[in-house]
């Protein structure tokens, strides 16, 4: 999961980070470039399961049920500097390589990438 904060929204995230906006035009190219190569790889290798880029936070909006009554509100159901930016699913061999993968994503380098096991039906990965 590629985390970014609200100012940056938008994709590429790690395009419009204040790091990567003060980089070279050249080297921008260059994390792009990162990245293309990485889908690549892991489309070849058949790691990819899917992934999407999600909406702006600010056109979520959260629900909780209290008390039996359901109440919305708009944004994200945590309040926190970073938001879920989007996702990619891959199946591996181990934790190590999607740990290997994530590393790779340039959102690496400026937020977070968080790497989380797909719980089956028989949750044995609790």
Known sequence: MIYTSAQTWGHPAFLR???A???SEEDRAGLTAQAEALIEEIV???ELV???TLADPVTSKTIR???GVPVTADGPCVEAKEHLAGYFV???TSTERALEIAARFPDALFS???VRPVMSS???EM
């Open 17 to 19: 980070t204040p790091e």
């Open 90 to 92: 891959v199946d591996c």
């Open 65 to 67: 049920v209290r008390g």
């Open 50 to 52: 899917g992934g999407e």
């Open 21 to 23: 906006l003060s980089m």
């Open 44 to 46: 070849e290798s058949g």
């Open 122 to 124: 028989s949750g044995e």
């Open 112 to 114: 977070a990438v968080e």
